[in-house]
């Protein structure tokens, strides 16, 4: 038992020694579960076509890349980040103080939330309004008091929609899906009232607490992180609706269909012009440090940032990334492949 | 009389009483014995719905289309001076040859939109397929061979039926005008469905036609290799430490519950512990089967002491003192005589832990093994996912073609467990003794 013990040791020690001798050939990304399916693709289209070896892409959330991103600088921490938000200030700092000080950032294009349903169903046209009133977990009565949502059916918020109930399945609160949607849907609907609205520079937690709280009442049905389940359960209950990314409204178009929103329909186009009001910018960012350090980085942003990549036809597209008007790819794209360093945001 | 009847009532009355109770006590074991099947049946039911609906959307992945082109393999193009070199021959342009072949067999699609639509057609894996073809047969350049392309993954759920061919072109994703050629090429029997071997072959990839689970595959292997590498010698000098040596005290008490307690731990805490101790402390880098090893050894060792102190428990004692009777010493009497007779008990617990940890997911989430990783992994320090994080991986992926190789991989995952607890069974059957 002494020997397994002493083994047992030896190994890890060996391991602990060869990691920190170890140099790294690969580029190590993290980052948002969203822009993952672009980055892979990226990576595996890069590893075939150069002699450079298959970036190593991980899927920790936003958050969470950007968390190892700043832990410092090394061949042990990660030489880009994906994130479906911008930094924000303080991971910036964050940042700084590891001696991660020059950050290149790239924004890769747009992701458009869809509020979809079967194709059995009607095509349902909401307002951000009608998605808050449905949604929220205190609405405002006719005396303009905020009372428990009594809303059950979607006529009862809007008399223009169909007489169904209400049932949303969307993602859960650990989800940047779920983050995206609060901020762009509910909280454009919340501050059509202009009472709210003047609520923000006042009380601003209670402001973030009425726009941002979803009803707990079975109306909103948490579905998981799984996009795909949740298009299955839609096929299976024409009456109910879900809230995904945009890909998988395009991947499964014959099976479901997205809610027009503002009179929108969420397709390629009007996500792109902006038109459709659910939709995010996506980015990545590069620690300008590891530069020329880790073989291949600047080929990889040279790729990522290609037409044949993020372009209006290439295959980012086909994956489902809605991409950036053509003269700002084309700003992005210098502004990328030089690494620029960003400044505070 | 009438002193009589009381006498003689209460003797009646108990065999009367056992008549009458008969009946009932019967049917109530009868229904006893109906629950219990019932329950049993109901369980069945629930696997066989499981297996029902993996096997029905996963069998499909064992087959991938192919559409077969007439490729001109001009020497020209691919190796201009002739040399023979396979450098020059893997450097040509694949994909132009392969796009020409597919312009010739459709000359009347010329627009610039429709050509890519019908490039598209075809896998973007194809080109290096080709490559590898024409590497392996030199002979093949200067010919114009019919050569058997992968097709894409949106072409391959139209042939599997996948995607509804009756409905309207603007509910579909593949066009009326993709829909056209591929029912030219199949009245041409230019379509086929071929073994997937690419599936068993390849790490994973964005496109589903050229996703395998080798790189999983070989990652849940060198994983397990070192888990039960580590966990086994541990798990069993622990347990033979314990269970024939260590005084029976308050420590060894409290190190008994502590190890029953371990069983208990939901797996994420083991994860927690491998992020901060092995990556955070140690610095064991992230996504290697090594820290999974590490982790998975943690998690595995209370049910490998556990089931090996049984072991020990069921070798009974006068084997131990005949041993030690004639003359053993105590170890003598524990490897000589003891150990062999538990080790198919230990073994036993062993592949269970096995099992257990093949299927492990959640603990692996916490130390990178989330990750997409092309490169199919050859040690124990490459960069690696497993075989349930890689269904995990998969189940989450948009692309349709992704549904049914998510099941596929299921349906192997589960053949290795049912493969695994067989094994258990076996090594019981054969080895374990009764006394």
Known sequence: MNKTLVAAAVTLAAASLSSQAMARDSIYIVGSSTVFPFSTAVAETFGRNTDFATPKVE????????????????????????????????????????????????????????????????????????????????????????????YQTWNEVNPDLPEITIEVLGPPPTSGTRDA???????????????????????????????????????????????????????????????????FLDQNADQVQGSKVDGVEPTFESIADGDYPVSRSLFFYVKNAHVGTIPGIAEFVAEFTGEQAWGPEGYLVDKGLIPLPEAMRAEVASAAQSFAPMSRP | MTDQTPASAPHKRTIDAVNASLKRRRAKERRFRRLGAAAVALGLLFVALLFADIVGKGHTAFQQTYIKLPVVLERAQIDPEGSGSAEVIARANYLGIIRAALRAHFPEVTARRDKRALY??????????????????????????????????????????????????????????????????????????????????????????????????????????????????????????????????????????????????PSIVFGLLGLAVFIGIFGVPRSTPLVAALVLTLMTLPTIIISSRAALKSVPPSIREAALGVGASSLQTQFHHVLPLALPGMLTGAIIGMAQALGETAPLLMIGMIAFIVDVPAGFTDPATVLPVQIFLWADSPERAFVERTSAAIMVLLAFLILMNLAAVLLRRRFERRW
């Open chain 1, 59 to 150: 899927s920790t959330g936003s958050g969470g890349g950007l968390k190892l991103f700043c832990a410092g600088v090394g061949v042990d921490h990660p030489d880009i980040t994906n994130a479906s938000r911008r930094m924000k200030a303080s991971e910036f700092e964050l940042c700084q103080e590891a001696g991660v000080e020059d950050i290149t950032e790239v924004k890769i294009g747009y992701d458009g939330i869809a509020i979809a349903n079967s194709r059995e169903g009607e095509r349902l046209d909401l307002s951000l309004r009608d998605i808050w009133l449905a949604l929220a977990k205190d609405v405002p009565n006719e005396a303009g008091e905020l009372v428990p949502n009594p």
């Open chain 2, 120 to 265: 598209q057609m075809v896998s973007v894996g194809a080109p290096q397929l080709l490559r590898d073809r024409v590497l392996a047969d030199p002979a093949l350049i200067g010919t114009t061979a019919e050569v058997w392309l992968l097709a894409d993954d949106d072409i391959d759920m139209v042939v599997k039926g996948q995607i509804d061919r009756t409905l309207p072109e603007s509910k579909r994703r593949v066009k009326d005008q993709t829909l056209g050629w591929i029912e030219r090429l199949e009245s041409e029997g230019r379509i086929t469905k071929r073994f997937n071997t690419i599936f068993f072959t390849n790490g994973t990839s964005r496109e589903p036609e050229l996703a395998g689970i080798a790189g999983a595959l070989a990652g849940s292997f060198y994983t397990l290799a070192l888990t039960l590498l580590l966990s086994f010698p541990i798990g069993v000098g622990a347990a033979i430490y314990l269970e024939e040596f260590a005084p029976k005290n308050r420590w060894t008490d409290l190190i008994e519950v502590n190890i029953n307690n371990l069983a208990a731990v």
């Open chain 1, 181 to 247: 949607f609060v901020e762009l849907a509910m909280e454009g609907g919340c501050k059509t009232y202009d009472f709210i609205k003047a609520m923000k520079q006042e009380d601003k937690s209670r402001y973030k607490a009425v726009c941002h709280g979803i009803r707990e009442d079975g109306a909103y049905v948490e579905a998981g992180e799984n996009d795909n389940l949740i298009v299955q359960k839609l096929v299976a209950n024409p009456d109910a609706l879900g809230i995904f990314g945009f890909s």
